[in-house]
Nanobody, 124 residues
């Protein structure tokens, strides 16, 4: 089973940028749809973006369109989330996850395995 490790989180001022990485071990991600999710304190986990690794097709939550970009590397062992124009409300733990449903799903329950998450904190 693929294992996922996120990195790239940190503290940034509002308006700044961060690039999150999700690296797979054990196999390539060629047969997966990969998703980024986030969970803020006291809130449920919510969908951010997903990508079909094989084709590069993408799907975004409305609240990140135009600010965040999901991508994958040519070797298909990593996916990224470029986050620009960050806002205080983007503060959360960001996690990546894999699904073999082969559709750009936003449903948390469609995904597994999950990475451990990386903290993103945006100061106002």
């Amino acid at each position: 089973q693929v294992q996922l490790v996120e990195s790239g989180g940190g503290l940034v001022q509002a308006g700044g940028s961060l690039r999150l990485s999700c690296v797979a071990s054990g196999r390539t991600l060629n047969d997966y749809v990969m998703g980024w999710f986030r969970q803020a304190p006291g809130k449920e986990r919510e969908f951010v973006a997903s990508i079909t690794v094989n084709t590069g097709s993408t799907y975004y939550a409305d609240f990140v369109k135009g600010r965040f970009t999901i991508s994958r590397d040519n070797a298909k062992i990593a996916v990224y989330l470029q986050m620009n124009n960050l806002k205080a409300e983007d503060t959360a733990v960001y996690s990546c996850a894999a699904t073999r449903t082969l559709k750009l799903t936003a449903r948390t329950t469609d995904y597994g395995p999950w990475g451990q998450g990386t903290q993103v904190t945006v100061s106002a």
